[in-house]
């Protein structure tokens, strides 16, 4: 008896301790979230800053018929609202890397802790808003550990602020238009455009996956490199959309069959038509922002302001000028190579032999 009983006691003096660490535990976070929202951890962004967060946005030029012609950036970014993603694109984005999106406020605590039972073997923990909050006011993680925890405290808050400051689909549309896909393709259009030729609304499946897939790791999973590992993840994203319901057996099994199918469109500040006027043009611009400053007093910037300039120029009587301007110089070089193939000093003329090793 005397055995059970002191057994009983050690059970209960465990089972103490055991809780003491628990409710320590809880107390600690709690500690450490205060702190964090008392900007201990350093400043979190303010209010204003949550409605109108910072990013690079592309000036485009915009022709009389509305076509745009060209753009000027530091960041390839041209933002879109929800209602131009597609829904294969959105369900594919909820189903690899947020599946209980519409059911949280920034944090999922269910994801959390199974992240921290498992170490991160069975999924992360981030949520579609926490990404965002990191790429908004943090980029990359800090390899420190203590530094690490400190951002990962700041991005659960910023999160919840987040939460509170948009709507869910706000939140996914400025997550997709902040992320960098590599290759110029700054935020999902410029990603469309440059690995397909298309505007996100004209996504199909399979590509709004392989796009998808990329947020896990763009410099990894780069198309332009490697094409066999972004194709095993873009059918990883398709497993993830089987799993939530999005697509049926059927059409996983198909699309993971099809290969990445990709028409690059390199883009960068001389892409597009009209490039001597667009040149002209930036010229123009320079004086124009000192004469039109913003309502606070300061220049605009071309290069991150998103701004959009309406031009005269029609693309279309633009096009048929520039193709005829091909052809004939195209003309040109062949009469050229003809009277060249004759001269035995090409390209001299009435030059000997002589002077020309003297040049």
Known sequence: MATKSSQNKTFKKITKWIWRLFFAGIAFIVLLFVLASLDVFGPLPSFEELENPKSNLATQVISIDHKTIGSYFKENRSP????????????????????????????????????VVFLGTRGGASTITQQLAKLLFHGEGSKNLIERIKQKIKELIIAVRLEKQYTKKEILAMYLNKYDFLNQGVGIRSASRIYFGVEP????????????????????????????????????????????????????????????????????????????????LRGFLKGWVKDNPKPDGKEYDIFRDGLKIYVTLDSRMQQYAEEAMREHMSNLQRVFFKQQKKNRTAPFYDLSKRDIKRL
Do not use: C, W
């Open 80 to 115: 879109i609202k929800y209602k131009n993603l597609p829904e294969n694109l959105v369900n594919a984005l909820i189903a690899t890397e947020d599946e209980r999106f519409y059911e949280h406020s920034g944090i999922d605590f269910r994801g959390t802790t199974r992240a």
């Open 201 to 280: 609304k004209d996504l199909t499946q399979e590509q709004a996956a392989m796009l998808v897939g990329m947020l896990k790791n763009s410099s990894l999973y780069n198309p332009l490199r490697r094409a066999e590992l972004v194709k095993k993840r873009r059918n990883v994203v398709l497993k993830q959309m089987k799993k939530s319901g999005f697509i049926t057996r059927t059409e996983k099994d198909s699309l993971q069959k099809l290969p990445l199918h990709l028409d690059v469109h390199k883009e960068d500040t001389s892409f597009g038509m009209a490039t001597y006027f667009r040149e002209y």
